[in-house]
């Protein structure tokens, strides 16, 4: 059974920080890409961040040097790292297994999501 489990969501002041993770089971972790998607409150899915299976990262130009992607292949665990976290981070954030590295419409695989908002 394929398993993405997001974790590390929360409430967090506007400027703070959050590291979230993906706990990834039941699939060659290693051998796929990986990415993060969000989703505001009454707005559709917004493609993250990426990583390929080399560890090459992309970014959507909206969280460009705030964020940071990261994988451990040793532990089948995708990170997102949030740094100056502002009000429009608010969202529910999805790894997935995309078909491409920015797919937001389809996915091979997706997790339930972890809440982060962004509120003072």
């Known amino acids: 059974e394929v398993k993405l489990l997001e974790s590390g969501g929360g409430l967090v002041r506007p400027g703070g920080s959050l590291r979230l993770s993906c706990a990834a089971s039941?699939?060659?972790?290693?051998?796929?890409?990986m990415s993060w998607v969000r989703q505001a409150p009454g707005k559709g899915l917004e493609w993250v961040s990426a990583?390929?299976?080399?560890?090459?990262?992309y970014y959507a130009d909206s969280v460009l040097g705030r964020f940071t992607i990261s994988r451990d292949n040793a532990k089948n665990t995708l990170y997102l790292q949030l740094n100056s976290l502002k009000t429009e981070d608010t969202a529910i954030y999805y790894c997935?297994?995309?078909?491409?590295?920015?797919?937001?419409?389809?996915?091979?695989?997706r997790g339930q999501g972890t809440q982060v908002t962004v509120s003072s």
């Open positions: 997935a297994v995309p078909p491409a590295l920015r797919s937001t419409d389809e996915f091979i695989y």
């Open positions: 990583v390929d299976s080399i560890g090459t990262t």
């Open positions: 039941g699939f060659n972790f290693v051998g796929y890409s």
